[in-house]
């Protein structure tokens, strides 16, 4: 049983903080790594809930190994964001409060495939990025394109 089967198993539906790390990753003409999700069918960054006695950087290069194909490298804090209204119910009644950590990425290698997560992965221009976006992301890859300070905490 898998750490979030082991936690629902005893709180059930209820609302629980939920760690979540993922990347923003760049290549070298600057267009932005996204992943047709599954779940959704909208695109997104790559990343993922936390393992027990994983550090946030593992879980990060986990996440999107599984859901892009690709290994991370070299990576810098992009941003984390929290607060209520990040809050999630998923179709099931499971209820989170995520602490979203994001990184940043130029440095990678490995050759782009789909997953069991994703549908598609492909890198876009920032200035076009498909109409169909997860709506949990849209803030943070708005914060890449407007040049926020970085890191973010919010």
Known sequence: MDYIQHLRSMVGHEKVIMVVAGAMILDNDNRLLLQLRTDSESWGLPGGFMDINESVQETARREV???????????????????????????????VSPVQILFRCH??????????????????????????????????????????????IG
């Open 107 to 152: 440095d990678y290698e490995g050759e782009l495939r789909g997953s069991d997560e994703s549908i598609e992965t492909a890198f876009f221009s920032l200035y076009a990025l498909p109409d169909q976006l997860f709506i949990e992301h849209k803030q943070m890859i708005n914060d890449l394109i407007t040049g926020k300070e970085q890191p973010i």
């Open 65 to 95: 190994l599984e859901e892009t194909g690709l290994i991370l490298r070299e990576m810098s804090l992009f941003g984390i964001y929290s607060g209520p209204d990040k809050g999630k119910t998923f179709d099931n009644g499971d209820q």
